[in-house]
């Protein structure tokens, strides 16, 4: 079993990042760093969380190696946190350019991605949450990808953009790929790696869950004054 056949999109085995990374060879890295860019400026449905994971995993194993440990570690980071945050301000800019076009109502897969309900909804996480929705939507499939196109069509300024998805970003490549990094040693999930998709799971929830509990404890607040 795949790590992606249990995510509940059901992708095809081509986007399964064991196969990703292993089929690349050497140059795994920079096609994963392709891949993240790509997903965070406009294509949503590509596994970012879980290609993350599966990096640090790879890396802990050796198979990723620039020179000694340490500076696979870096390059690792680096790499990473560059694509992730250069493919937000692409999505940014694309958002600012031609956000409302892309978003018209159409027919076949690009409808499905592009639907204008996902604006929607995006809109409804940007007001609750603000500019903080640029680093916890970070941590969201989907959203994170959104969440960048929304700022660019309401024309946010670009100064705070960049500020709050830059923290977002060095936050995500980095909490995500070392948990794949210290995690993807234990034999079982070695052995296991579907058993990933959990721990990538609960990892992408933390920073909502923490929204919602904080949310909550406010409003009991108040209702008791």
């Given amino acids: 079993m795949t790590l992606l056949a249990l ?3 059901l992708l ?3 986007l399964d990042p064991e196969v990703i990374i292993t089929s690349l060879g050497n140059w795994a890295l920079w096609g994963v760093a392709l891949i993240i860019f790509i997903e965070c400026a406009i294509f949503p449905v590509l596994p970012g969380d879980s ?3 599966a990096v640090g995993m790879f890396t802990a194993m050796g198979t990723i190696a620039y020179g000694g440990t340490w500076t696979t570690v870096a390059v690792v980071y680096i790499v990473l946190m560059i694509a992730a945050v250069a493919g937000n301000v692409a999505g940014y800019w694309v958002g600012r350019l031609i956000g409302p076009p892309l978003f018209k109502p159409r027919s076949g897969l690009a409808g499905k991605i ?3 309900t996902h604006i929607d909804k995006t809109h409804v996480f940007f007001e609750r949450y603000g500019s903080r929705a640029l680093i916890l939507a970070r941590f969201v499939p989907l959203v994170r990808t959104f969440v960048t196109l929304i ?3 309401s024309k946010m300024s670009f100064r705070t953009f960049i500020t709050y ?3 977002g970003g060095l936050a995500w490549v980095l909490i995500v790929t ?3 990094y210290f995690l993807g040693g234990i034999p079982a999930i070695k052995a296991n790696f579907e058993l990933a998709c959990v721990i990538i799971v609960v990892i992408s929830l933390l920073p909502m869950v923490y929204e919602w509990v904080k949310a909550r ?3 009991s607040e108040a209702s008791t004054h």
Avoid: H
Wanted: no cysteine; proline share 12%; hydrophobic share 45%.
């Fill in 114 to 116: 592009f639907n204008p």
């Fill in 217 to 219: 404890r406010q409003r």
């Fill in 7 to 9: 995510t509940p999109l």
């Fill in 165 to 167: 998805t830059a923290i």
């Fill in 51 to 53: 290609l993350l994971f």
């Fill in 178 to 180: 070392t948990a794949g």
């Fill in 12 to 14: 095809p085995s081509w």
């Fill in 151 to 153: 700022a660019g069509i």
